[in-house]
């Protein structure tokens, strides 16, 4: 099995590329699983939906806010030690909305899809706590819809975040595929952006089939990363 932590130490510039494996140790569920987020939900993606937002806010505020917020939820130890390899010697790329990295201390994170603690008024850009948002979407100034700021299905990723992605993908020397079956794209397509002979490394409980050469650790990713 490939040496994770020999690999890390050899490398110049890591870049962790993860996904909503991570965060289920801290109690946050994962989206596609037995008991995950679209877990007996007839239409899940439509409910993530820019057009439910538009149509039917209500049912979107209630999925949203019954379904997606985990204020306690703690870093755990993958987080931890992610923050203190990047912050060290190279960046995190997340399709995560949880906020989970930055509450750990990293410091160059690219949130891929947003974040759910960012709030802001549809009509007015003003910017609101998630403890207001969970009380009411309305604002009652100007009667906008309040949204999380997060990348919803038929939304376009921010332009921003994209080349941040590419930049810290393009650093790397060594790329940490975690928390991910790293089958959406495009997030699935930053290993395009790849320096020739960076070493890729995926950490995942169960096998992945990747379309590019990339070494295997199938095993809990909290386990290995308790041992770096």
């Not at 494996?21 to 946050?28: D, Q």
């Not at 992610?82 to 949130?111: C, F, P, W, Y």
Request: glycine share 6%; aromatic share 10%; proline share 4%.
């Amino acid at each position: 099995m490939v040496d994770l932590k020999a690999a890390i130490k050899a490398a110049k510039f890591v870049t962790f590329l993860t996904g909503a494996g991570v965060s289920t140790a801290s109690g946050i569920p994962d989206y596609r699983s037995k008991n995950g987020l679209y877990a007996n939900q007839q239409d899940p993606e439509y409910l993530l939906s820019t057009e439910n937002l538009q149509r039917h806010p209500a049912d979107f505020y209630q999925f949203v806010k019954s379904s997606m917020y985990y204020p306690q939820a703690k870093p755990n130890a993958i987080h931890e030690k992610m923050a203190a390899i990047s912050n060290e010697k190279g960046a995190i790329v997340t399709q995560n909305v949880d906020g989970l990295h930055r509450a750990a201390g990293a410091k160059n994170v690219v949130e891929f899809h947003g974040n759910l603690y960012h709030i802001y008024c549809q009509k007015c850009h003003e910017t609101f706590t998630y403890q207001q948002y969970l009380k009411s979407d309305q604002h009652a100034a100007d009667g906008g819809i309040l949204r999380p700021d997060i990348v919803l299905y038929g939304e376009a990723l921010p332009e921003q975040a994209i080349s941040q992605a590419i930049t810290a993908v393009g650093q790397a020397d060594l790329i940490v595929i975690c928390g991910t079956s790293f089958r959406v794209a495009p997030f699935s397509l930053l290993v395009n952006y790849a320096q020739p002979g960076a070493q890729v490394i995926a950490v995942n409980e169960e096998k992945l089939d990747l379309p590019f050469a990339f070494e295997m650790v199938q095993a809990d990713a909290l386990d290995v990363f308790q041992q770096l």
